[in-house]
């Protein structure tokens, strides 16, 4: 699986847009990116996946750069419950076992 | 999340005792796939089974722990002779197509294991 990099930490008040970064410069053709997030105590819950184009779903919005060397998660109203460590993880082709880095830690502040 | 689940939700084990973490998919799920978590830590693959089969256990630690997935019932990880290291929270994930790249994993809520 490609290398990911993100922000150890990010900081948002409620109710505004929120933008998570991450890196995967070393990222193959056909690695599709995907995003989970954990909430305190819980297990890791699915919030988006891609590989080209721009996705869209209830949760949020992910943007993916043209040479997609990185992606932005895009949270369009943060609110306290999505608090919580953010991963961005890129899943090589035939590789089940997702590879989870240390993520972003998103404190939302109300 | 709540349809992934998972028991003992929280385990005390004395150090040389047997752990026995189970996980019963979603629904309609056939593919399994088991993670853990060191405190402060990210979480790490351990094994993926589909039902009767390893298909992959390059993370799973060569000894004393062991995966199955039978045709009837849970999956089950099992820990022999813990020691004070296995203590974490081990989260299992079913998946529907088990194609990796392409297919969401749903987690369930996780086992704690402590180690005394």
């Known amino acids: 699986d490609a290398k990911t990099t993100q922000p150890n930490s990010m900081e948002s008040n409620e109710e505004e847009p929120v933008h998570l970064p991450c890196n995967h410069s070393?990222?193959?053709?056909?690695?599709?990116i995907h995003w989970y997030r954990q909430l305190p105590s819980q297990g890791p819950e699915y919030v988006i996946h891609?590989?080209?184009s721009n996705v869209n779903n209830r949760m949020a919005s992910l943007a993916i750069a043209e040479d997609r060397k990185s992606s932005t998660l895009i949270l369009h109203r943060a609110t306290l419950r999505d608090a919580a460590v953010y991963y961005c993880?890129?899943?090589?082709?035939?590789?089940?076992?997702?590879?989870f880095g240390k993520g972003t830690h998103l404190i939302i502040q109300p | 999340n709540a349809d992934v689940m998972q028991n003992p939700r929280h385990l005390v084990r004395r150090r040389g005792q047997e752990a026995r973490l189970r996980c019963s998919p979603m629904?309609?799920?056939?593919?399994v796939y088991w993670y853990r978590q060191l405190p402060e830590e990210g979480l790490k693959f351990m094994v993926y089974?589909?039902?009767?089969?390893?298909?992959?256990e390059s993370g799973m630690p060569k000894e004393r722990f062991s995966a199955e997935f039978p045709k009837e019932g849970p999956s089950i990880l099992r820990i022999q002779q813990v020691v004070r290291g296995d203590s974490a929270a081990y989260f299992c994930?079913?998946?529907?197509?088990?194609?990796?790249?392409?297919?969401?994993?749903?987690f369930g809520p996780g086992t704690r294991l402590t180690v005394l």
């Open positions: 994930a079913s998946s529907l197509m088990g194609q990796g790249m392409t297919d969401t994993q749903y």
């Open positions: 070393t990222i193959s053709g056909t690695d599709y």
């Open positions: 891609g590989l080209t």
């Open positions: 993880i890129s899943a090589r082709r035939g590789a089940d076992g997702l590879t």
């Open positions: 629904k309609g799920h056939s593919h």
């Open positions: 089974l589909q039902k009767e089969n390893i298909i992959d």
